[in-house]
DNA sequence: AAGTAGGCGGGT
DNA sequence: CCCGCCTACTTA
């Protein structure tokens, strides 16, 4: 190296893996990289894609110093979404490599899409006609460009034809720009006739986008009072301002009907986006959305992390949904960080639900968030009559599930060619097996939680961690054959059941480990629609907006399931599953009953479902947290480890994971750099839990660290809440 | 995260 | 005696 050469420039680059900053890479003469810029780059033995990050790069010993090798071509990060990364990062304790990661999950999209060969009219005629050509060239006749298998299909003709006329100089070869995945929607194509309060609710919201700055609005509406018309209006006036939109929804795999009713007010579908995206179709999207060419996507959580270029407003629709909580590596809620989202861009974020989580309705009761109800009263016509069954006064018949009441009321539905629903949120056959000799019954090795058994395939399986056997025929503690007993009702059962009872009816069964995956589901689910069914049986896969024209009772098989967990948002989640389920049989315009298969016709929640008094029971439900000293928001627990090293947290994780074997989402999520608490000096590691307590979390740890023989003082709990607080 | 290097058990 | 699996360690 010549003694006057300048030291290389040297940027930080955040690469996709758990380091908890940037690493340093050098720059070649001439290359032009910034903040943002996605780079190839080498790691270890590798090359990844990285994004350059703020800030200088560091000084890093230059021996180790390696070169960008690539700057792809394509738009830059925004300065907007690498705050989000660092504040997702910062707040979920991730390393912001990992958080990068997200938002590099379609390689292929770095390179631009290439252009699509095609060919088109020139001037020229070909020397003599056959039907063939001629039919090519009335084809043709547009004067649009087409691709050669396009034209040669659209004509009736082999390309061969095609290829006799190009050599001709009849076509001429020409590049297209890659076709737009969506056309663009347009905010004016089928403006719709609104309700006097669905109008006011919507200009409320139109204002919001206008105005151009953060603010949150939770539209809280029941069931068919028009919360999605409403909220359309508000995406109508972002497109309508340029800017772009993003439109959440808890596991968009199957909602299909979701995208026509996009499509019947804007024209157009919206671009997808969920894990079940073909890989060229994500490259596609996550393309188009960087450039600008989509303007609407409809996506699960991590639609969050597509690098939109003009985003405008964010609606996380039926915000309460659980499905929203990540639960791996990155933990975080995306209803939580689409306002967080909002606030970094300062633009607003819509939260729409018929059953709002409660720290939703906290936060907007507080001023916090705006709040805008819409009244049931158009939707009234389209609630079901909603009654309990009492099971002490209606018992199931001996070795049964479903009471006379439902039975009969299902006999009358199907009499009248008209459909049933039958909802019970456990899949497989029966939820515990025991040995009627021994008393033996069936846990799982790994976590000790029960085995379900699931007939059909003739296996026991743990609902907790996958484990799975045979189902044997004997005891394996006494050996007794023929004695073992199920226990309980799952979805099978019910369909056993069912069958016994309506043995011409056509049954069907819907559950998430259905044979043939999501795209079966979906085809059960449009057959159900056309009426291809008598009697469905389904988890709470059932519950998410599908239309089921003809299904005019539901029935909650056993409506006090999930009631008794210890989970303190027991009372909270069943209503608001319960509410969605009854909500299926409402949308028919026909009379239509939910019935609810109770113990307990006496609980809050039985009582709010029945009267749909929503109101009184969230202020119980608020007043109740309250009174046990909790915040009414919560959810996650971090135990904050002290540790020299990562390997030596990893270690206490380890050890607490051994003596907790059920708790198998200890995670090691630090090490966190706040000043507070360190303890003798060393680095502070946060563990996450699972827990919405802070005193069960405490006992939990209590309990972790006599068994784990850790050392007194190495182990904190914090309890970490509603990242509201932070912005 | 993903790849490499070092430690041991066990079967051919 | 070498392969497979587990753990520790590195990546700029």
Redesign the pocket.
Known sequence: MKPDSQPPRVVPVLV????D?P????VAAGMQVGPGSIVR??????QVAGIVWDGDG?S?DPK???PIEQVFDCPRVTDEMRRFVDWIADYTLSPPG?VA?MLLRAPAAFDPEPWIEAIERTDAAPDRMTAARGRVLETADSGLAWTRSGLAHAAGVSSTVIDGLKAQGVFRDVMLPPRPIVAAPDPSYATPQLMPDQESTAATLTEKVSAGTFSVTLIDGVTGSGKTEVYFEAIAAALMKGRQVLILLPEIALTHAFLERFQDRFGTKPAEWHSDLPPRMREKVWRQVAEGQVRVVAGARSALFLPFCELGLVVVDEEHDPAYKQED?VYYNARDMAVVRGHIGGFPVVLASATPSLESRVNALSGRYARVALPARFAEAALPDLKAIDMRRSPPARGGFLSPILLDETRRTLERGEQALFFLNRRGYAPLTLCRVCGHRFQCPDCSSWLVEHRFRGQLVCHHCGHNEPRPEACPECGTLDHLVACGPGVERIAEEAVGHFPDARIIVLSSDMLGGVRRLRLELEAISKGEADIVIGTQLVAKGHNFPNMTLVGIVDADLGLANGDPRAAERTFQLLSQVTGRAGRTGKKSLGLLQTYQPEHPVMKAIVSGDAEAFYERETEERQRAGLPPFGRLAGIIVSAATR?EA??HARALRRAAPAATDIQVLGPAEAPLALIGGRHRFRLLVHGERRTDIQKFVRSMLAAADRPRGSVRVQVDIDPQSFL
């Open positions: 996709p893996m758990p380091a900053r690493y340093s890479y050098s780059v080498p790691l270890g033995p590798r560091g890093v180790k110093l390696r990992l990661r590596r390997q990893e270690s």
